[in-house]
DNA sequence: CGTGTTATTGACCAACATCAAACTTAGTGG
DNA sequence: CCACTAAGTTTGATGTTGGTCAATAACACG
């Protein structure tokens, strides 16, 4: 029994951004095996139709699940940040209905299903901990559900940045508004339904109206009470704790 | 103990379409108190903001989750059939980030969280079962994410019905391709974020390529091989066990 | 410096939305 | 059994958001 390394430490973090952990919680999470990887950009981590036996921990840069549809086109479904289990449901769902992609450089480690499930047994505090993450990633693809089909491209863009802001406060990975955020405007376009062209055009008028600033590495949030309400953003559905 | 009552066997019957129960399982699960209640057409049964102390049982009839977006609009997320358990999530996410409400006069029961908790303490394989149950919601979602991001207006149309037909089917509640369907052209049209008039102009096209047949009440599908062709469907999402 | 990726621009287009009216159907009460 | 009504469906005319295509500009990287 030893301290957590800052890799469990990451895990840890963003349990306790969204549930109440205990001392002992924390240790045992700090006994995980981790097996850990280089991945790079744009490589797949885990694929549709896989049948995986361990899940996938982010410890650095930025993952995303997606889905290619009959005509090839692709529909992301999730970005994911560093402390996320994307394919935590791999444990219960033996084959991938989808598909996990590096959309940068990342650093990953995997855990076995069998470690993970001996953990939710001995710790049942645990296993709430991590159904309720699961029920999380559900409620956000509620939300993206209903922007897709009801809200317009500004509004889109201007919640999605909303999110990922919130996300990254949550876990301590962006402290003021200005944050690494690098994702091109084609990948923005695949998670909100939308063509890169039309990205492009919609991130000019936010530019010019003020509410952010971006190239394609970083993003500042200029004005956050005006991002929030032209992308018609409240965070109840992330769930997350008042305070970390 | 005794045998579990035709309503306990709703339930009985949807986990069973997703996971191995044993005969205890069952035995447990009938055990589960239901507090009846019809509610009417139209009528909500959870709202978005509440905080309820017990999980909603569908018995009869259909019911949906839907969020109202900034402007009024409406997305439905889901479409619900008997057996399921539609906020079963409410368990561990305290406020609902969206409604339940019933398309069709409904007979439901509710089951008190702290009775569902006990008995998910008490025998861990029905907590695999329902853990598994809200995931494979989650794979619903990314799929209708998928279409409403990714798929036209005639592709949409197609692939839910293809669903509906196949979940239906797999809790025995259609057993040949003609149903009772009592959603409206306008309901249609907030689950797949088109408009009423739209879906009317799809379902003519469905209906004129001898696809379905249908009426405001109920559904026929007339070639289920084009059907699923044509709505780019493929049910491994929905993570049904191999027999029921 | 090339070279490849990403961002930007412009001209044009189509899928789906909007608006408004008419038609059908199922139910209700006389 | 027949108005009457309300909900749902269908139709037509027209509008708009966002898509498509294609070219150019700006970077980042070796």
Redesign the pocket.
Known sequence: MSIPTPDHQRLIRKLKSIYRLDREDEMALGELPLRHKAVEENADVVREGDAPNECCLLLEGILCRYKIVGDGRRQILSFHIGGDVPDLQSLHLDVMDHSVGALTPCRLAFIPHEAMAALLRERPNLAAAFWRDTLIDAAVFREWLAGVGRR???QRVAHLYCEVFSRLEAVGLASNLNFPFPV???EIADAL??????V??V??DLRRDGLIAS???SLRILDWGRLTSAGDFDATYLHLRQAA
Chains 1, 2 share one sequence.
């Open positions: 317009n491209s500004h091109t405007q084609a339904g939308l063509t890169p062209v039309h492009n055009r991130l000019q190239d394609g590495r």
